[in-house]
């Protein structure tokens, strides 16, 4: 191998190979991280989320607590809808409740998504409340 018009020994050539691979993998990893960033905050811009990143995981809590065990809060189920605003909403909402161990009905120690909850606890009557308010919201997803 040559460098310019000297000839590097053969024991620098895994040096001068690994230090190039390096060099060329952090220019990659930076390119891409910067590109995820970028798209991730764009994302964000895009979606019109109402509210901060917490209050989704609160609310998400919330609307575990309502159905949790014996019982179900449904006024406290509404509340949390009640409080959505757009698409963007329900999308963080049910991204962060993700998926839950289900411990009720006849059913028990399921690992549920948000909607299987809802359709666990809830009558049609009920999830229609629900739907009703997502569509008087525009919200395009229904239960």
């Known amino acids: 191998m040559k460098l310019g018009n000297k000839k590097v020994p053969d024991k620098y050539k895994t040096y001068l190979i690994g230090a190039a691979a390096g060099?060329?993998?952090v220019i990659l990893?930076?390119?891409?991280?910067?590109?995820?960033?970028?798209?991730?905050?764009?994302l964000n811009e895009i979606t019109g989320a109402t509210y901060r990143p917490q209050w989704y995981i609160v609310a998400a809590d919330r609307?575990?607590?309502?159905?949790?065990?014996?019982?179900?809060?449904?006024?406290?189920?509404y509340?949390?809808?009640d409080e959505l605003q757009n698409d963007a909403d329900?999308?963080?909402?049910?991204?962060?409740?993700?998926?839950?161990?289900?411990s009720g009905g006849l059913t028990p120690?399921?690992?549920?998504?948000?909607?299987?909850?809802?359709?666990?606890?809830?009558?049609?009557?009920e999830i229609e409340v629900i739907n009703t308010t997502m569509a008087t919201k525009d919200i395009t997803f229904r239960l």
């Open 63 to 77: 609307l575990e607590a309502a159905m949790f065990d014996l019982g179900t809060d449904e006024e406290a189920i």
């Open 79 to 81: 509340g949390v809808f």
């Open 29 to 42: 990893f930076r390119l891409i991280f910067r590109g995820a960033k970028e798209a991730a905050e764009r």
């Open 109 to 125: 120690w399921l690992v549920l998504n948000l909607t299987e909850w809802l359709t666990q606890e809830l009558n049609q009557d």
């Open 23 to 25: 060099v060329a993998g």
């Open 90 to 102: 329900f999308i963080k909402l049910f991204n962060a409740f993700g998926m839950r161990t289900y």
